[in-house]
């Protein structure tokens, strides 16, 4: 399956200014995978070697000698490490945390030799590391799980996933797109983004197979806790875990997850598995300006999972058929269109770092409160996934009214459309008028929303 991160990295390896390269992101989003195959379109031998399973490297890595480092590894690997063309890959860095401070001897060194590491529980080993990171000296990618782009051209091909990529705002959008986008967008959610599960669809549209792959991973998951928690904070962690994708969407309180656990405890294990990559929390922003995160709150917070696949199977959905997929109520009733649309979100800034906002006022006349924040090109832009439901528009009405924007977006699975709105939004100062337009896109295009908003 083809990521467009393939992109990303190749231009990497091309740069006169590359520093040695670490990859981000939860197990099983692909990382490995894809540094093989970037290796292999460069025509380049890949000199892999996985930390986790080859501890006796960490005196080497400790020694911070990279002659060493590279004898070392290829005594592992059994074969020459670094003398001509070649890339060095070290997999499951953060088992190694020194391995991460000699990255920057390999950027003074070697750096004709191109290097990438990987790792799923860095924050876990940045914790156990006696130095501090090599700022200026490494770069970082974040990647996430596969995008319904990707998966969209793995099972139907090239010419509708460049439709997605090329269609500008104004352009035909033929029903018979439409349809099979419908069609696809109902395997996403059943098939997710992790590469395995997604590749498997693709290649035979097992579904009984892809929940096996997502129980698998699951699975794989909760046998980590014990490497980032430990003693009675591994239960607390398995406690969130498991609410974590019933509660997609919702105002986090900790005492819907366990009445009898102190918050503190469970605010913990909740930040845990976020580092871990597992589960996002969308934060409260103002949303006064850029960037979002300067008036966030880490207080207000929404959970989204890792993958609307997962959370699927997680929920007991496996038995999901087409028909709640296909029609509005998919959308205004589930959570898991909210989930397909904030991992999409949360990677549109391409490989940095991924973080997510929303935006909620509390009255005595009640709640507002808009989906997600977005930023494109220094505008806050507020996101709905409810398609138009009487509550959601009230929302933006009254975020258009406070905060003065002339933007919104909504998520459906109509057509794409923009419609001019005027009308009235209750504020704490009383009635005001408000004017926007209203961005309606299909959940189809969902992480193609900032080149869409950047002409309207």
């Given at each position: 399956m083809r990521r467009a991160a393939e992109a990303s990295l190749a231009d990497w390896i091309t740069s006169p200014r590359r520093k040695p390269l670490v990859l981000r992101g939860a197990r099983q989003v692909g990382k490995s995978t894809l540094v093989r195959r970037v290796a292999e379109s460069h025509g380049l031998p890949l000199w892999e070697v996985n930390l986790e399973r080859h501890a006796v490297l960490a005196g080497a890595f400790e020694s911070l000698d990279v002659r060493r480092i590279l004898l070392e590894v290829g005594l592992v690997l059994r074969r020459t490490v670094g003398q001509g063309p070649g890339l060095l890959f070290l997999d499951e860095i953060q088992a190694i945390p020194q391995a991460l401070t000699a990255l920057r001897y390999f950027h003074e060194e070697r750096p004709e030799l191109p290097v990438i590491a990987a790792g799923s529980l860095l924050e876990t080993a940045l914790r156990r590391l006696p130095s501090a990171m090599p700022v200026g000296r490494i770069e970082f990618f974040h990647l996430g799980p596969v995008t319904f782009l990707e998966f969209v051209e793995?099972?139907?091909?090239?010419?509708?996933?460049?439709?997605?990529?090329?269609?500008?705002?104004?352009?035909?959008?033929?029903?018979?797109?439409?349809?099979?986008?419908?069609?696809?967008?109902?395997?996403?959610?059943?098939?997710?983004?992790?590469?395995?599960?997604?590749?498997?669809?693709?290649?035979?549209?097992?579904?009984?197979?892809?929940?096996?792959?997502?129980?698998?991973?699951?699975e794989t998951y909760r046998e980590d806790f014990g490497k980032y928690a430990a003693g009675a904070q591994i239960a607390h962690v398995r406690r969130v875990f498991d609410a974590a994708p019933a509660s997609i969407g919702q105002t986090v309180k900790w005492s819907r997850v366990d009445a009898g656990t102190k918050s503190v405890d469970l605010r913990r294990a909740f930040e845990l598995l976020e580092q871990a990559g597992v589960v996002t929390g969308v934060r409260h922003s103002a949303g006064t300006g850029v960037p979002l995160g300067a008036t966030a709150h880490d207080a207000i917070l929404k959970l989204l999972f890792l993958d609307v696949g997962l959370a699927q199977t997680a929920m007991g959905l496996g038995a999901l058929t087409a028909s709640p997929l296909d029609g509005a109520r998919f959308v205004n009733e589930g959570p898991l269109a909210e989930q397909l649309a904030g991992q999409h979100l949360r990677h549109l800034q391409h490989g940095q770092r991924p973080e997510l906002h929303f935006w909620r006022r509390e009255g005595k006349a009640g709640n507002a409160e808009v989906d997600f924040l977005t930023a494109v090109d220094g505008r806050v832009v507020p996101v709905e996934v409810k398609a138009g439901a009487a509550g959601a528009m009230r929302s933006l009405h009254q975020f258009v009214a406070l905060r003065g924007t002339d933007l919104a977006v909504r998520f459906d699975l109509n057509p794409p459309s923009i419609q001019e709105i005027s009308t009235t939004a209750s504020t704490p100062e009383g009635p005001r008028s408000v004017r926007y337009r209203l961005l309606s896109l299909p959940l189809f295009l969902a992480e193609r929303v900032d080149d869409l908003v950047r002409p309207v």
């Open positions: 793995a099972t139907e091909g090239a010419p509708l996933a460049d439709f997605l990529r090329g269609y500008a705002l104004g352009e035909p959008w033929p029903d018979t797109v439409h349809e099979r986008l419908r069609q696809r967008l109902r395997d996403f959610v059943i098939a997710g983004g992790m590469p395995e599960a997604a590749a498997l669809f693709a290649e035979s549209a097992d579904v009984t197979g892809v929940h096996a792959v997502h129980r698998s991973i699951l």
